[in-house]
């Protein structure tokens, strides 16, 4: 069983960027669709981008779209989401997720491994 761990949240500025990465342990990670979703105070976690095992299909809520960018290195276990042009609204904890179809990472009721979350806050 996959196992999940992110880093590199922290505090920017609007208008700045960070990189979030989502390191997986075990020899199946690339069998593993992934997805990384967020969770501000007050509200329901939600979908942020969703990857394909493979990498080849990736899927982006809109208020990303165009922003974000999910990207994965299966030689390193890992899964990435770049996020540039950021606002005060993205400001919450993301998780990453993975299961082995895609479709199941691109809701919150969907999966079943998830990582303890990084906090990201974006100031005006």
């Known amino acids: 069983q996959v196992q999940l761990v992110e880093f590199g949240g922290g505090l920017v500025q609007a208008g700045g960027s960070l990189r979030l990465s989502c390191a997986a342990s075990?020899?199946?990670?690339?069998?593993?669709?992934m997805g990384w979703f967020r969770q501000a105070p007050g509200k329901e976690r939600e979908f942020v981008a969703a990857i394909s095992s493979s990498g080849g299909t990736t899927y982006y809520a809109d208020s990303v779209k165009g922003r974000f960018t999910i990207s994965r290195d299966n030689a390193k276990n890992t899964v990435y989401l770049q996020m540039n042009s950021l606002k005060p609204e993205d400001t919450a904890v993301y998780y990453c997720a993975a299961s082995r179809a895609v479709e199941v990472v691109t809701t919150p009721a969907g999966p079943n491994l998830w990582g303890q979350g990084t906090q990201v806050t974006v100031s005006s």
């Open positions: 075990g020899r199946t990670f690339s069998s593993y669709a």
